[in-house]
Structure formats: structure tokens, C-alpha cells
């Protein structure tokens, strides 16, 4: 049984910083894409991040300099740094993987993590 679970979510002020990591197990997914999705009360799930197998990056504009998205293929784990935090990043942050590897470009993933509450105070 696959499970994704995350961890590092918290409450921070803005400009401050979090680290996010999310742990894979029943099955690896070295060569699958990994991804950060986020959701705030009243607003649609947004893609944040996404890694390829192969390491190719990609992020939603508004995180772009801010936010880092990694992978340790050793540890099925994969990271979301997020620095310069703003009160409108605040939103629950769920991990996803896919078992297909144009899920990078479809943005299709299979699945979830149970999510970790990101909450940037003003």
C-alpha cells in the first residue's frame, strides 16, 4: 500500500521560512514525477512545484524565487523550501506522486498525502 505523509507545516510570520518533506513507501519513485499541491479555504487546489524523475523543476508564478522543490531519491523523499513566506501562501500543502512520467506535463498524479497546514501570519 502506497502512502505519502507529510510533515513541517506550522504557523510562521511573514519573511519566515518552512520546510516541508514528504516520505514515500510501498513502492519507490526514483524515475516518477513528485509534486507540491496547495489549498486555502475557499479556493481551488493549485499545483505549487513539481520534480521529473529525470530533476526538472517547475512553479506556480507566484512562489518562483521563494520556493524550492527537491528530491532524495535514497530517502523516497521529496522537499518544498519555502522562504519570504506571505500570509497568501497560507493554505493546506499536500504531496503527490504520479506513476506516469508525463504526469510532469499533465500534471495528473495518483497519489496524495494527507496534507500539513501552512498558516504565514502578518
Known amino acids: 500500500q502506497v502512502q505519502l505523509v507529510e510533515s513541517g507545516g506550522g504557523l510562521v510570520q511573514a519573511g519566515g521560512s518552512l520546510r516541508l518533506s514528504c516520505v514515500a513507501s510501498?513502492?519507490?519513485?526514483?524515475?516518477?514525477?513528485m509534486g507540491w499541491f496547495r489549498q486555502a479555504p475557499g479556493k481551488e487546489r493549485e499545483l505549487v512545484a513539481s520534480?521529473?524523475?529525470?530533476?526538472?523543476?517547475k512553479y506556480v508564478d507566484s512562489v518562483k524565487g521563494r520556493f524550492t522543490i527537491s528530491r532524495d531519491n535514497a530517502k523516497n523523499t521529496v522537499y518544498l523550501n519555502m522562504n519570504s513566506l506571505k500570509p497568501g501562501d497560507t493554505a493546506v500543502y499536500y504531496c503527490?506522486?504520479?506513476?506516469?512520467?508525463?504526469?510532469?506535463?499533465?500534471?495528473?498524479?495518483?497519489?496524495w498525502g494527507q496534507g500539513t497546514q501552512v498558516t504565514v501570519s502578518s
Open positions: 510501498g513502492r519507490t519513485f526514483t524515475t516518477y514525477p
Open positions: 503527490a506522486a504520479s506513476l506516469d512520467r508525463l504526469g510532469y506535463i499533465t500534471n495528473k498524479y495518483d497519489y
Open positions: 520534480i521529473s524523475g529525470a530533476g526538472n523543476t
